[in-house]
């Protein structure tokens, strides 16, 4: 599920690069935060796909933007007339659910936070 979610993230942000290319001067940045975000995703479904149990706090993380930005999408729509809502949310909606089912048949909870990990300290 977090390699269909990587693949789809490189995806977005080879599709972007073209928007951020047309992009004119009042939107150049925020197409190319948006951009590099897909990237950031992509890395991080990877990261997620090769150690699920390795990065707790990471996965919630990921969980939240997902989730926040589908919510945040459906209540736009309600509010009509804001672009592009019916896309995002379908898309993170979907992301959402394929995240959450990760997390829970690799029981993502149950790893320890990177901060607690008194083995790499000295002394």
Known sequence: ????????????????AG??????????????????GFVVFAGLFVLLALAPRSYRGV?????????????????????????????????DGTVSVLLVAAYVLSRGWTSSPAWRDTSQRAG
Not at 20 to 32: I, L, M, N, R, Y
């Open 1 to 16: 599920m977090l390699w269909l979610a990587a693949v789809g993230a490189v995806g977005a942000a080879l599709t972007a």
């Open 19 to 36: 928007a951020v290319w047309d992009a004119d001067g009042s939107t150049k940045v925020v197409e190319t935060w948006r951009a590099y």
């Open 59 to 91: 996965w919630e993380l990921v969980i939240f933007h997902k989730v926040a930005l589908t919510m945040t999408a459906l209540l736009y729509a309600a509010h009509g007339d804001i672009a592009d809502t019916a896309t995002i949310a379908g898309w």
